[in-house]
Each structure stands twice: as C-alpha cells, then as structure tokens.
C-alpha cells in the first residue's frame, strides 16, 4: 500500500511578549501581505499618522490581486456607471447581492458595503486607479479590451433581473496595451495603490513569511514571529497587527477539512495562500466563517456557453446559460456531481469560435454526430434523455421562449445539425471564501463574540460579502474596502 505524507503545519502558538529579547523591527501598524487589502489598509494607516510597515512573503508587492482580472465590485451609482448610461442605486445593489452572496450572506455587511460603494470607487480614482468610461456588452470572463465595465455577477441573468434592476459592476481598472493571457489589469489596480502608499510613508520588507502572533499577558496582540532568508525576527507592532495575507486555498489540510469540494482543485489564487494568517489568529481563539464556501470557475468560453445548452448526467437542463459562469461552476460541482455536458450545434460552435474572446477559452467538441440520438449514445446518456431536453429547448426557442430556466432571447435558437457535446466533467475549480469572522470595523473576533485586541484583518483571508454566492470583483472590492478600515482601525488602536 502506497502511503502519502502531509507536511507538518507550521507552529503557529501565540509567543508572549516578555520572551522576546529584542526587536528586529517595529513600527505603530504593521500589515502582513502586500496585496489589495494590505496595500489599501497602509494606504490608510499611513494618511491617519501612524509609521506604517508592510511585510510581505514574496520579493514584490502584488499578491494575487496583481494577477488577477481587475474586477472590483462596486456600484450604487459610481461616476464610471454613470459615464456609460446605467442608473443604479444602493438599494438596488444591495437587494442583487443579498441574494447573489448567497444563503447566510451578512446583510448587514452587504448594507454597509453598498453604501460605502461609490465613495469608495472615489477613493481608488484619487489613488490613481485608471477607468476607461466604455462598457462592455459581450459575454465573457473579462473585457477583452481596455473597457472599464462590464457585468461580472448575471444581473441581467435570471433569477436576478426578477430582484432588482440589472446593473453593470465589475469595475476594471484600464490597462494601455493590454494583451490576453499576458497582462492583467489587477496590475493597474495594485500599482497605483502601492505608489500611494509609498508615497505617504509605507515601508515595505519583502521575502518575509509571518509564523506566530506575539501577545502581552492581557491577550493584546503586539507583533508577530516572522522568519526571513530563514533567519527568526520579531516584528513589534505599537498600535495593531492587520492580517491580509489570503486564503486558504492552497492548504490541502485546510481545505480537506473545511472545503473538500474544491480539494486538488484550486483555481484563480496562488500557492502563497495557504491559510497562515487564519491560523495564526485561530491559535488566539479567533472565530471562522463560512469556511465552507468557495467560488468555482468552469473552464469554458461564456461564449460557448451562452450558444448551447448546459446539461448534467441524466441529459438535464440545470442552469440558464446566460448567468454568472462562477454560479454555473458553483452548481455544477455542488449540485451535479461535477459533470456537465454542452451542447452545441455546428452554427453557435462557429459563431462562437469567430467571437470577440480570448482563443485559450474556447473548446472544440469532444463528440460530433448527425443527430441527437447518436449523440446521445456517444456521450453515454440514458437513451431519450438528451433528446426530450433538446426537443423541449427547440419547441420553446422557436417562440423566442424558455419556460424551464428563462434564457434571455437574444441567446434562444434551436439546436440543428450537425451537432456536437463539450466535455465539461471535472473542468471546475477554484478558491476559498471562508475566514476570520470580523467586524465592519476590521477587528478580528474571538470566539467569545469580543474584539481581539490589536488584531485586525481584510481580504481573502476573512469571510467578507461573499457566503455561498459570487460575482467576480467581490474579492478585490471587499478586500480593499475593508483593507482600508483596517488600516484606519489600527492606525487608531491604543498604543
């Protein structure tokens, strides 16, 4: 019997501060992780006052926000909204993500989010953050231009534009130049942040990994163990400790206990996000949630999507077409075993494959046949199955209709013939979204309901707006919303 062998977890025991003999560095506010959360709180902390220090595990700042689409969730009625012709308002946003975060989702959050939401868009402007005023009306994962926005969540999707008003909110920061698959515009969103930081007096250490919390004898939280170029420092923090070092996606014990879902498949993330942060402030008696939750991408041009029908092993239809891809992911893995079929005839395959998207996306049929009854037997269906579907789908597209799932029309077309099916079994993955429960203030909460003291923490390594639901910019848009609270939290803890 082959036996495998997990890792050890690094020793994450809180060290209390009358054993440190020295510090290697101190400053009032010291953040741990140089992406979108850690760089809006230093932003933040260093224009209340306090002498800001970032100390981040890899040699540059970015983390997984620099690699990232761009997306920032925002709306109410931001200036780039209004620039391309949409009306929004903060109820409206908040009534979409009530629903769209999904069952558990905090309302008081997505309230107070929502109505932070343009100020907030201010913010990043006034930070140099670039927005093209251009919407962009194709299907896709992102804009394949320079446009500044786009919808990013099915607003206009059923069963939300029955909620509330559809509204474009994926705010992506303009990249000159941009090539797909090469350049991300999260790069656009986190260097003007770190410009700005710098600029009003962050100091940055890089190559460092934090290990332990260090606390007083009342439980404050005071600095952190950190080892870098494997040499032990401690770190001393005057004010407060935010933590913005990511999820846990990249911690198969973490995940194996917490989101076995999307356990060997991580997706959308990088391999620095392995949960550090949360255990450090577990060790503390921090309390956790939504652990369970994650975002989930299938690997398939929307554009694909959008032309065919989605079916699962029986031959079912189970999501329109035309949503958020992320809830088509999410209900593939969750509720269809991961197996997912679609199904596209030769016109929409070449319409599809002439489409404005990036060519990496796109998928050639693993079947092809003259009918649907063949096809039905290529895949291995049970014989009728995909045939009552497509026979049903046809008689309702020919009336501009779908009464099952409410498709818009503008994608309804019967299938013809040839016909062919895209593989889509196993072709999900993604990350985490559970983490150290806080306040809307940033402040890390014990177990016992109470702040822990001289802790704070944004980002991935939180559970923010989103429980079991997503729209794609929610992670950038809480992240340095509640970076920036973090930052100010922290700057104004007791010395």
């Given at each position: 019997?082959?036996?495998?062998?997990?890792?050890?977890?690094?020793?994450?025991?809180?060290?209390?501060?009358?054993?440190?003999?020295?510090?290697?560095?101190?400053?009032?506010?010291?953040?741990?992780?140089?992406?979108?959360?850690?760089?809006?709180?230093?932003?933040?902390?260093?224009?209340?006052?306090?002498?800001?220090?970032?100390?981040?595990?890899?040699?540059?700042?970015?983390?997984?926000?620099?690699?990232?689409?761009?997306?920032?969730?925002?709306?109410?009625?931001?200036?780039?909204?209004?620039?391309?012709g949409f009306d929004d308002s903060v109820d409206n946003m908040a009534a979409f993500l009530n629903v769209a975060m999904g069952p558990g989702a905090d309302a008081a959050r997505i309230a107070d989010y929502c109505a932070g939401s343009v100020a907030h868009f201010d913010w990043l402007v006034s930070c140099g953050v670039p927005f093209k005023a251009e919407f962009f009306s194709e299907p896709g994962w992102e804009p394949m231009g320079d446009q500044g926005l786009m919808y990013s969540g099915g607003e206009n999707a059923y069963p939300f534009n029955t909620i509330a008003t559809p509204a474009p909110r994926g705010h992506v920061p303009q990249m000159s130049n941009k090539k797909q698959g090469e350049a991300s515009a999260g790069y656009m969103l986190m260097k003007p942040l770190v410009e700005t930081a710098t600029a009003a007096g962050a100091r940055a250490l890089y190559d460092v990994r934090v290990q332990s919390l260090i606390v007083d004898p009342d439980g404050?939280?005071?600095?952190?163990?950190?080892?870098?170029?494997?040499?032990?420092?401690?770190?001393?923090?005057?004010?407060?400790?935010?933590?913005?070092?990511?999820?846990?996606?990249?911690?198969?014990?973490?995940?194996?206990?917490?989101?076995?879902?999307?356990?060997?498949r991580p997706a959308a993330s990088i391999e620095q996000h392995d949960g550090q942060a949360i255990r450090m402030a577990q060790a503390l008696g921090a309390d956790l949630a939504h652990m369970d939750a994650t975002e989930v991408a299938i690997f398939i041009d929307p554009q694909q999507l959008m032309r065919g029908i989605l079916v699962n092993g029986r031959g079912q239809r189970?999501?329109?077409?035309?949503?958020?891809?992320?809830?088509?992911?999410?209900?593939?893995?969750?509720?269809?075993?991961?197996?997912?079929?679609?199904?596209?005839?030769?016109?929409?395959?070449?319409?599809?494959?002439?489409?404005?998207?990036?060519?990496?996306?796109?998928?050639?049929?693993?079947?092809?046949?003259?009918?649907?009854?063949?096809?039905?037997?290529?895949?291995?269906?049970?014989?009728?199955?995909?045939?009552?579907?497509?026979?049903?789908?046809?008689?309702?597209?020919?009336?501009?209709?779908?009464?099952?799932?409410?498709?818009?029309?503008?994608?309804?077309?019967?299938?013809?013939?040839?016909?062919?099916?895209?593989?889509?079994?196993?072709?999900?993955?993604?990350?985490?979204?559970?983490?150290?429960?806080?306040?809307?203030?940033?402040?890390?909460?014990?177990?016992?309901?109470?702040?822990?003291?001289?802790?704070?923490?944004?980002?991935?390594?939180?559970?923010?707006?989103?429980?079991?639901?997503?729209?794609?910019?929610?992670?950038?848009?809480?992240?340095?919303?509640?970076g920036r609270r973090a930052g100010r939290a922290a700057a104004s803890a007791r010395a």
């Open positions: 019997m082959t036996m495998t062998r997990q890792m050890p977890e690094a020793d994450v025991t809180p060290v209390q501060a009358s054993s440190i003999t020295r510090w290697d560095h101190e400053a009032d506010v010291v953040i741990a992780g140089y992406g979108v959360a850690g760089a809006a709180a230093a932003v933040e902390a260093a224009r209340s006052g306090a002498d800001v220090l970032v100390v981040e595990r890899t040699g540059s700042w970015g983390g997984a926000a620099a690699m990232a689409g761009g997306f920032i969730y925002l709306g109410g009625g931001t200036g780039l909204q209004k620039a391309c404050r939280v005071v600095g952190m163990r950190a080892r870098q170029y494997g040499t032990e420092m401690a770190i001393r923090a005057r004010r407060g400790i935010v933590l913005a070092t990511g999820s846990f996606a990249y911690n198969d014990a973490m995940v194996a206990r917490y989101a076995p879902r999307i356990a060997g189970y999501v329109a077409e035309d949503t958020y891809p992320g809830r088509i992911g999410q209900l593939t893995l969750y509720h269809q075993d991961n197996t997912a079929y679609l199904i596209i005839d030769n016109d929409a395959q070449e319409e599809a494959m002439d489409s404005w998207s990036p060519k990496f996306m796109l998928r050639q049929p693993t079947w092809v046949a003259d009918n649907v009854a063949d096809l039905e037997r290529d895949i291995g269906l049970a014989p009728g199955s995909l045939q009552a579907t497509v026979a049903a789908y046809n008689e309702g597209a020919a009336r501009g209709e779908d009464p099952l799932l409410h498709k818009k029309t503008e994608w309804l077309r019967p299938i013809g013939s040839p016909i062919g099916a895209i593989d889509l079994r196993e072709n999900t993955g993604g990350f985490t979204l559970g983490g150290l429960h806080t306040t809307l203030n940033a402040e890390v909460l014990h177990v016992n309901g109470e702040p822990i003291p001289g802790l704070f923490a944004a980002g991935r390594s939180t559970a923010g707006l989103a429980a079991w639901g997503y729209a794609s910019g929610v992670s950038l848009g809480d992240g340095s919303f509640y």
